[in-house]
Structure formats: structure tokens, C-alpha cells
């Protein structure tokens, strides 16, 4: 079995559109993504503020474990709200709620990514684009020599040079290794919206 987090918290604001139930041949892109995890424990972090999400796994998917994150108590906290907060309160939750989750495999998916034909790797795994033509609009690592060396979420301000778009799959041997490398400690979300890894964290797939 392995632990699976789903980040989807990024909402339009202002609007009901919801881009997690955007229909793929009739179906929510968020059900493509979950029923690809069905024989593990999935975790899904959800912007308290859509309802339509919530409402919707709550009704059909009632085995799925729902991290809700408050958006104005992060703004509150950080000053920001990125993917990396989500990242953040997801992996927070499976540490306090999984007593095996050290011995378990992590695997990342965006909450509006289908991500099909996966690299059969039994190591950790980062699937990224080196076609990026607006950095604001998407989630960047920064990857010198295939090593992944910081991570940014829709910097306008971030050159193309030496960064790669995620294309919203990760694969983690364990949990731990997360630890490992990212300095949570000092982690501020505040100034940077971006993490600095201890330690580089070796790219296994070759670019989507």
C-alpha cells in the first residue's frame, strides 16, 4: 500500500467554476485522478471554500481521507497560498494520522493533472517539462545537471534558464526522504513562495 496526496486547493476565486470537475469523457478529471489510487490510502487536500468539491467527495468518494485547508488562515500565517502550503499541510497531516507512514511509498499528484503512461521506476520519480513559456502559471523546479534544486510556485519574476514546469506526478520511496532534503524548519512561504532543498534530489525521468 501506498500513501497518495492529491493537492487540490487552487480554486478561481470569485467564480463556481471548479477545474477539478472539468469533464474528460463525462467524467471529473478529480475521479480520473482518484480511481487510478483505488487499492491505496489517498489523502486529498481541499480549499475550504469550494464547496462544490468538498460536496462532491464527500458524497462519492467517502473512503478518501479530506485535509480541508483554510486559505485566509494561511494568507494570515504566511502571507501567501501556493501549492506549497497544501504540500505542506498534506504531508503534516499523514505524519500525525499514519503511525506506518515512514515505511510507506509517497506519491504527489495535482489535483487537476491526469497523468497517464508512468515511468515503471521503483525509485523516487519527477516527471517535468522543459516547454515553459509563462513560469507564472505553473509550478517550477529548478534542475541543474538532472538534480532538482528549489522549488517555485507561479513566479512571474523566475528565468526559463535551468527550470522545468512539473507536470504534477511525484514519486517518493518514503516520506522520510522529504524530511531528508527539505528544511521545513525554516520554511517561509512568506518571502520566497519557493522551497530550498538540504540536499538534491536526483531527477529519475527523463522530461514529458
Known amino acids: 500500500m501506498n500513501n497518495i496526496l492529491i493537492l487540490a486547493a487552487d ?3 470569485g467564480s463556481n467554476y471548479c477545474k477539478q470537475l472539468i469533464p474528460i469523457h463525462g467524467k471529473p478529471v478529480i475521479s480520473l485522478v482518484l480511481d487510478s489510487f483505488k487499492s491505496d490510502y489517498i489523502y486529498i487536500v481541499c480549499n475550504s471554500k469550494n464547496l462544490l468539491l468538498l460536496n462532491y467527495l464527500s458524497n462519492v468518494y467517502k473512503n478518501v481521507n479530506i485535509i480541508i485547508i483554510d486559505e ?21 497531516y499523514i505524519k500525525q494520522n499514519d503511525r506506518f507512514w515512514s515505511r510507506k511509498k509517497l506519491i504527489l499528484n495535482f489535483g487537476d493533472t491526469l497523468v497517464t503512461d508512468i515511468p515503471d521506476i521503483t525509485g523516487d520519480l519527477l516527471i517535468s517539462s522543459k516547454n ?22 507561479k ?35 512568506s518571502e520566497t513562495t519557493s522551497i530550498s532543498l538540504k540536499s538534491k534530489f536526483e531527477k529519475s525521468s527523463a522530461s514529458a
Open 11 to 13: 480554486i478561481v476565486n
Open 72 to 92: 485566509k488562515l494561511e494568507i494570515d500565517k504566511y502571507n501567501s497560498f501556493t501549492i506549497l502550503n497544501s504540500f505542506y499541510k498534506g504531508l503534516s
Open 132 to 153: 515553459v513559456l509563462s513560469p507564472g502559471r505553473w509550478t517550477i523546479g529548478n534542475i541543474i545537471d538532472n538534480k532538482l534544486k528549489s522549488i517555485f510556485d
Open 155 to 189: 513566479r512571474k519574476d523566475i528565468e526559463i534558464k535551468d527550470n522545468e514546469a512539473f507536470v504534477g506526478y511525484f514519486q517518493f520511496v518514503s516520506v522520510n526522504f522529504l524530511y531528508d532534503i527539505v528544511d521545513f524548519s525554516n520554511l517561509d512561504l
